[in-house]
């Protein structure tokens, strides 16, 4: 059963200097084949506006899934690398993306996931991003 919830996510990029974006939505969280899965609209503020964002996060991954004005899927793994696409109406990006630090403590009544990773762009670093998601469940 899908239940509403707070979803709070909090981003620093470093890239020349610190930029912080911080957004708060309301969506909805629910457990779904041994995954949680969280899901929220995105807004003006994050640069984003027109998107679906989804989290599913495992006991040891995160997934990040945007759909719509912007389109990517990011698979966060400790100590892991991925390569993605970026799609932005704009164009695309090719970037690698590894994760340096992931930690998860999350249940039914939502958690937190904080997570620490780099962007490359033509294999140099060009973006480290930490990144922090508190999912409050509200009860029905």
């Known amino acids: 059963m899908k239940n509403n919830a707070v979803i709070k996510v909090v981003s620093i990029q470093n890239y020349e200097e610190d930029e912080k974006i911080e957004v708060v939505s309301v969506g909805t969280f629910c457990k779904e084949e041994g995954m949680f899965v ?24 995160f997934n990040l899934i945007r759909e719509g004005e912007i389109n990517t899927v990011m698979e966060f793994k400790r100590g892991h690398s991925t390569s993605i696409l970026y799609n932005t109406p704009q164009g695309g990006l090719a970037l690698q993306v590894k994760t340096r630090s992931l930690k998860i403590d999350i249940n039914d009544l939502g958690g937190k996931v904080d ?17 922090m998601a508190t999912i409050d469940v509200k009860q029905n």
């Open 38 to 61: 969280a899901t929220y609209e995105e807004t003006e503020l994050s640069g984003m506006g027109d998107t679906t964002t989804t989290f599913k996060i495992g006991k040891d991954y």
């Open 115 to 131: 997570l620490e990773y780099d962007i490359f762009v033509d294999g140099k670093q060009s973006i480290n991003t930490k990144l």
